[in-house]
């Protein structure tokens, strides 16, 4: 499956940014989802996760209650609604799938290419 991020953008703390991950290649169905980030000099760390159908989801600590992760199936698409930004979100931002889900909030096997979210402050 290829995997490409886009809606990433620049925007003032306490905006919005909804991203979004369209799949190509294979159903989206068959796979599990992730979102990651990663800041200059810093490690990619884990955002958000959700399951085939959408029913679980997991969220970082530092994001949740902000952000909402969630899925269209029917247009191989998952989407990552980030409110009440902070200059700490800013990142590179990207998605993850995987088949298996042996371990949501770090083991994915194919990845998309990024897309910078940056959040002035």
């Known amino acids: 499956v290829q995997l490409q991020a886009f809606g990433g953008g620049l925007v003032q703390a306490g905006g919005s940014l909804r991203l979004s991950c369209a799949a190509s290649?294979?159903?989206?169905?068959?796979?599990?989802m992730g979102w990651f980030r990663q800041a200059p000099g810093k490690e990619r760390e884990f955002v958000a996760a959700?399951?085939?159908?959408?029913?679980?989801?997991y969220y970082a600590d530092s994001v949740k209650g902000r952000f909402t992760i969630s899925r269209d199936n029917s247009k191989n698409t998952v989407y990552l609604q980030m409110n009440s930004l902070k200059p700490e979100d800013t990142a590179v931002y990207y998605c993850?799938?995987?088949?298996?889900?042996?371990?949501?909030?770090?083991?994915?096997?194919?990845w998309g290419q990024g897309t910078q979210v940056t959040v002035s402050g």
């Open positions: 993850a799938a995987d088949l298996r889900w042996s371990d949501p909030l770090s083991d994915y096997d194919y």
């Open positions: 290649g294979r159903t989206l169905r068959s796979y599990a």
């Open positions: 959700i399951g085939w159908s959408g029913g679980t989801t």
